[in-house]
Nanobody, 124 residues
C-alpha cells in the first residue's frame, strides 16, 4: 500500500510556472507507475501525465505536451510535475495517483491509490 501527498499548488498568472510534488510513503515506491490528473469544477477528472515504474517512460495529454514535464526521484519517493507556460484553462485541482507494476495508463479507474489533491489557479 502507498499513501500520496501532493503539494506545490497555488495562484499564478498566465504564462507563469509551478512545480507540483507527489510524495509517497512506503519502501516499494519504485514499483509504482504514477499519474497526474486534474479536475476543474463541473468537469470530469482528466489525465495529464504519467511516468512508469520501470524505465521511467513518460506520456502526456495533448493539452499539456511541450509545457508540462513529469519526472521522478525514487530515492526521495517523489514525483514532480513541472508546469510552464500556464494557461487559465489549466486551473483545476491536481491529483497524483499510483498503480503498481503498470505501464502507461491514462484512465482514473486503472489507479489504486490517490492523493488529496492540490489547487492550481491560473489568472488571466
Amino acid at each position: 500500500q502507498v499513501q500520496l501527498v501532493e503539494s506545490g499548488g497555488g495562484l499564478v498568472q498566465a504564462g507563469g510556472s509551478l512545480r507540483l510534488s507527489c510524495a509517497a510513503s512506503g519502501r516499494t515506491f519504485g514499483t509504482y507507475t504514477i499519474g497526474w490528473f486534474r479536475q476543474a469544477p463541473g468537469k470530469e477528472r482528466e489525465f495529464v501525465a504519467v511516468i512508469t515504474w520501470s524505465v521511467g517512460g513518460t506520456y502526456y495529454a495533448d493539452s499539456v505536451k511541450g509545457r508540462f514535464t513529469i519526472s521522478r526521484d525514487n530515492a526521495k519517493n517523489t514525483v514532480y510535475l513541472q508546469m510552464n507556460s500556464l494557461k487559465p484553462e489549466d486551473t483545476a485541482v491536481y491529483y497524483c495517483a499510483a498503480a503498481q507494476w503498470k505501464v502507461v495508463i491514462t484512465t482514473p479507474r486503472d489507479y489504486d491509490y490517490w492523493g488529496q489533491g492540490t489547487q492550481v489557479t491560473v489568472s488571466s
